[in-house]
């Protein structure tokens, strides 16, 4: 590609897009001196990751360590870059494209999907445990290749070194999208007295989707994260069950799946915004509670 166009085809900054010829860097990120500056997108960092033009094309690399990106469902540290590939940050979704070329009907974007899940096909021995741990990018000094090593040791150990948010994603992952978005129900009804009255759309939204979660359910959630903002728990119940599976990508778009795991930073978000409701002296012990209602879920 000598010229790759970054377009958001998702998110806060909608439609925005970039240009990066041969020989260039793009950096991307919510600052106002990024080339691509998504300002709107308050979950990504000041510089998230960027785009390098390489001697064989084009490389994508996360700016830190700890900066979550996804290319094609797939977290990665760095990746090279082709024609039709979706890369997910923060809260936006970018496509990449060859400005000579048109985005590549579904087929080909499969195609491209099937190639990146090759080599976890290869992992086949890697304990479903430690797989996990690693989706979740969860670090613990526990011995993640033992096979009697249980979650719940992993999750004692987050909530001792006081990792709530790590603590809840992990027991997200295990319960799964439907009893998540049941614990994050749970917990507004039980610990959200001095925030909003929970949005009925939303609510409405959420019990139609656990008794039913189709497609139809799903879209729908996802008009309400906008509609219910970012800014309130009802936001990230609702991204929590567009998260839940499927593609991120609009449905005139190629399909992008959803990362098995994505739909659990939605639940922290809406955890958090009800535990930092207490006093900060009192804020271990919110978190303790929330967790708890999930617990019996596991």
């Known amino acids: 590609m000598q010229t790759l166009v970054l377009k ?76 039709g590939d979706l890369i997910v940050a923060g809260n936006s979704h970018f496509q990449v494209r060859d400005a000579a070329q048109q985005i590549p009907q579904k087929k080909a974007v499969e195609e491209i999907q099937e190639e990146s899940s090759e080599p976890e096909q290869v992992k086949v021995e890697t304990p479903q445990l430690a797989k996990l741990l690693a989706d979740l990018q969860i670090s613990t000094s526990l011995d993640v290749n033992n096979p009697e090593l249980e979650a719940a040791q992993v999750i004692a150990e987050l909530k001792q070194e006081e990792r709530w948010g790590e603590a809840v994603c992990m027991i997200a992952a295990l319960i799964g999208a439907q009893k998540s978005v049941a614990w994050e129900l749970e917990a507004y009804q039980t610990y959200g007295q001095s925030l909003p009255e929970l949005n009925p759309e939303v609510q409405s939204v959420a019990e139609s989707w656990q008794n039913e979660p189709t497609e139809e359910n799903r879209r729908a959630a996802e008009k309400l994260v906008d509609a219910a903002g970012l800014e309130t728990p009802a936001g990230w119940i609702a991204q929590t069950i567009f998260w839940s599976e499927g593609s991120l990508s609009a449905p005139d778009l190629p399909e992008a799946p959803a990362p098995p795991t994505l739909y659990t930073k939605a639940v922290h978000s809406t955890l958090l915004f009800i535990a930092i409701t207490v006093d900060p002296a009192e804020l271990p012990n919110r978190w303790i509670e929330l967790i708890a209602l999930a617990e019996t879920r596991l």
């Open 8 to 83: 958001v085809v998702e998110g806060p900054d909608l439609g925005l897009q970039s240009f990066i010829r041969s020989g260039q860097k793009l950096r991307v990120g919510r600052s106002s001196w990024a080339e691509m500056s998504c300002s709107r997108d308050g979950e990504l960092q000041e510089i998230h990751f960027q785009i390098m033009s390489t001697s064989s094309g084009w490389s994508l690399n996360s700016a830190r360590p700890e900066y979550t990106v996804f290319c094609n469902g797939q977290p990665i540290r760095q990746t090279p870059l082709k024609h």
